[in-house]
């Protein structure tokens, strides 16, 4: 059985950083498309990040580029997403995800939104004070 456990999350100031972790059971995150969603208080999910499962490509939504960097490590099977210069429109649930294939990677990188992912982790809540 798949399981995805983030962690990570908590409290942080404007302009700090921190790194969400999501480990990995029963896959192996090399083989998968892994990536972060994150939902805003009162607002729908939306897509973060995506790291693919070859050539190890990644997307980033528009706001978080240059801040945010997604990576994975396949020896502790776990996927990390470091965020800087964090803003109060940051705060959100952030939930890890991960897919087979190249789906995610080509249905971002084509602008469209994709939510259909095959396993999900519990999330795990950021928030950014002034």
């Known amino acids: 059985q798949v399981q995805l456990v983030e962690s990570g999350g908590g409290l942080v100031q404007a302009g700090g950083s921190t790194r969400l972790s999501c480990t990995v059971s029963?896959?192996?995150?090399?083989?998968?498309?892994m990536g972060w969603l994150r939902q805003p208080p009162g607002q729908e999910r939306e897509f973060v990040a995506v790291?693919?499962?070859?050539?190890?490509?990644?997307l980033y939504r528009d706001s978080v580029k240059g801040r945010f960097t997604i990576s994975r490590d396949g020896d502790k099977n776990t996927v990390y997403l470091q965020m800087n210069s964090l803003k109060e429109e940051d705060t959100a649930v952030y939930y890890c995800?991960?897919?087979?294939?190249?789906?995610?990677?080509?249905?971002?990188?084509?602008?469209?939104?994709?939510?259909?992912?095959?396993?999900w982790g519990k999330g795990t809540l950021v928030t950014v004070s002034s």
């Open positions: 995800a991960a897919d087979h294939g190249d789906l995610w990677l080509y249905r971002i990188g084509e602008g469209n939104d994709y939510y259909d992912m095959a396993y």
């Open positions: 029963g896959h192996t995150v090399v083989r998968y498309s």
């Open positions: 790291i693919g499962p070859s050539r190890d490509r990644t």
